[in-house]
Each structure stands twice: as C-alpha cells, then as structure tokens.
C-alpha cells in the first residue's frame, strides 16, 4: 500500500485546484531531507505537476518554486528543467516581469539550474521589452545584468534585490559564449557588461560578491581580452580586484603612489574582504592577468605586490596564502624562467565546487 506521503504526492496531479494547492502546502515542507525522493516518483511525474503549478497564482507558485528550487540538488531534475526551454524561457521572463512577486525565488531556481551546461539555452530566448522598466534589450542576458544592477536593494521591484542573478553569470560565464559575453561591447547600450557588476566586489551582500567574483575570475580566461579589460579609461578590472583585497595596512610613500588612484586614499579602517574564498577568487584572478607578459607588466606598474605582501602576511588561510604565493613568482620572478601557461592551468572553474541554494519552506 502507497504511505500518505505518497497518497499526498499523488493529489499534485489532481485536476482539481483546490486538492492540488492543500497537497501542495503540506509538502513543501517535504522538499529537504531525505523524504524528498518522494517527488522523484513515477519518472518525476511530481516534478512535471510542480512545473504546470509554477505558472498559476503568485501565492500559489511560490511553494512549487520552493520545492522545485530544493529538488535541484538532483542532477537530473536539474537537467530535465533546464533543457525544457519553455519552462526556461518562463523563468527568465517571469524575473523581469515588472513587480514580479516570486523574482527572488525564480532567482535562486534559475541559479540552481545554472550549474548545468544546458543553461547555454537561455541564448535561444528572446527577450519580452519593458520599456517603463528599462529593459529595452531583446537579449535576456542584457535584461537579467540590468535586473541585477537597477534591482539592488529592491530599486526596480520592491519585491525582490535580485542578488541570485550573481550566481547565474558566474555560471554562464564558464561557458565559452558566456564568457564571449561578458567581455564584448553590447550593441544596445554600447557598455561592456563585466563592466556593470565590477562595483559589487565590495558590496555588502555576500551572495553578490560571491558571484560577481566568481564571474570575473571565469571571464579573465578570454586572455586575448585581457588588455581591453586593464584598459584605465576602459573597463579598469584591476582596482576592483585590488579593492576587496586592501586591509587597513599602511604602505610606503612610494609603494602608495604606484597603486591605481582608487587606492591611494583608503581610510585607515579600511576592511579586507573576510571571506576567504572569495579572497582566494579574487587572487586567481590576478594570476589569470598574469598569463599574458602585458598583465603581468601591468600588475608590476601598479603595485600589486606590496597589496599581496600585506594579504599574505595578514590572513590565515593556507588555500590563500598559497595563491599569493603563485601570484608573487609570477610578477616577481624573471621573465625568460617563467612558466605562466602552468600556472593559468592550475586555476579551476568556479563550477568544480557545486552548492546547491536550498530553501526552508515558508
């Protein structure tokens, strides 16, 4: 005999509104744990309904997105969403949706799903244009960055920051047209979109650092992009990266003056980034600059060393210090005994460490 959870389960395919939406706000609470392989049943049949549900009511939807977003920690799951291009397309149109009461929770699902390779479909969306919101591109891509920038702190939807999105380009950005993206001029506001989200390396969300520098990091290994992207009077990477690096140490007069202006004044409180991880992304960074000899010149003209001198003396994390280490022979060592393209291939991709966004019922 089928246990009530199965019996429960059973009722999300019921034709019957009402029955679906009571089955569905008692198991929501189900979606984490081990009794989640309840949704795997009858060839995800479960996860089938919950897609059809996604699209009812904004209260209704918001527990079928919750567990939708929990049950993506399964591969499959994940990968059968994302490769349903019209429940992709659904996803990314209904996050900019103007007022949009659930764009946080299709955040976090669209991020899930992200870490799978077949996320390269969101390429084959048009997007719908909301003038009055000023997402007037006809590529999601574009729409999701304007979300993500305009959106901060519920400035576009009062409903939602939109900090998720982090997670989405850092995972796009793994990809070889992601990356093509985010290093190349957009025709419809002629700005490089690596360019929009360089300001968040010192944000104050975690989620949105996280992602950002994740985003950057895979960006960097388009190296024949490398020069437009040190560019001072262009996109200017460098400072941002620098920035969540920089404590509150006091550099020599001289070693100050070689620093990008964005540096030369900090406050003597100034606070490193206290994420370990993302320091270490942020290093990788550096070292993806130094395979080409322009980056590695670049960094050595603009005081770089005496930054990871003071980081690698003031943090105590292995996994960092060892980056600033590779980093130091790198701009440090003599040229004709440089090994640059072995050190590029010791950096990873950000996706080889999968964290899956889970949430609590609510």
């Known amino acids: 005999m089928p246990s009530e959870l199965e019996e429960l389960v059973e009722f999300l395919h019921s034709p019957q509104p009402m029955i679906r939406n009571i089955a569905l706000q008692h198991l929501v609470g189900y979606a984490t ?7 795997l049943r009858d060839n995800f049949r479960p996860i089938k309904d919950l897609k059809i549900i996604a699209r009812d009511t904004p209260k209704i939807a918001k527990d079928a997105l919750t567990i939708l977003a929990n049950m993506s920690e399964f591969v499959k799951i994940r990968t059968t969403l994302v490769e349903d291009l019209g429940f992709l397309e659904f996803v990314v149109t209904s996050i900019t949706k103007p007022g949009e009461p659930n764009a946080d929770l299709f955040c976090i699902l669209l991020a899930n799903i992200a870490k799978d390779n077949a996320i390269s479909n969101i390429f084959k969306i048009n ?8 997402l007037t591109s006809n590529k999601v891509l574009d729409q999701l960055m304007d979300c993500f920038v305009k959106g901060a702190e519920k400035k576009l939807n009062k409903h939602a920051t939109f900090d998720y999105l982090a997670f989405v380009f850092a995972d796009i950005s793994r990809l ?17 979109p690596i360019s929009k989200v360089l300001v968040f390396t010192e944000y104050d969300n975690l989620v949105r650092r996280a992602g950002v520098a994740s985003t950057i990091k895979n960006s ?4 024949s992009e490398h020069i437009t992207l040190l560019d001072k009077v262009g996109v200017n990477v460098l400072p941002y990266l620098l920035l969540p690096l920089a404590g509150p140490e006091e550099l020599s007069e001289e070693e100050t003056f070689e620093l990008p202006d964005e540096l030369q004044l900090l406050p003597p409180d100034k606070k490193r980034e206290p994420d370990h991880e993302i320091l270490r992304v942020h290093v990788e960074s550096l070292v993806l600059l130094g395979s080409t000899r322009y980056g590695r010149d670049f960094m050595r003209n603009n005081g770089v060393y005496p930054l990871i001198r003071e980081l690698h003396l003031a943090v105590e994390n292995d996994d960092v210090r060892e980056i600033c280490e590779r ?3 790198l701009i440090m060592a003599d040229e004709p005994g440089e090994t640059a393209a072995d050190q590029r291939l010791q950096i ?10 889970t949430l609590e019922a609510l």
Request: aromatic residues 10%; hydrophobic residues 35%; negative net charge.
């Open 127 to 134: 997007a719908i244009k909301h003038q009055n919101e000023g």
């Open 327 to 329: 980093l130091v022979q």
């Open 176 to 192: 070889a047209e992601g990356r093509k993206y985010f290093v190349t001029e957009q025709e419809y506001d002629r700005v490089v």
């Open 33 to 39: 744990g081990p009794q989640n392989t309840i949704f």
């Open 348 to 357: 990873v991709h950000a996706d080889e460490e999968e964290e899956v966004t």
């Open 220 to 223: 960097l290994f388009e190296l």
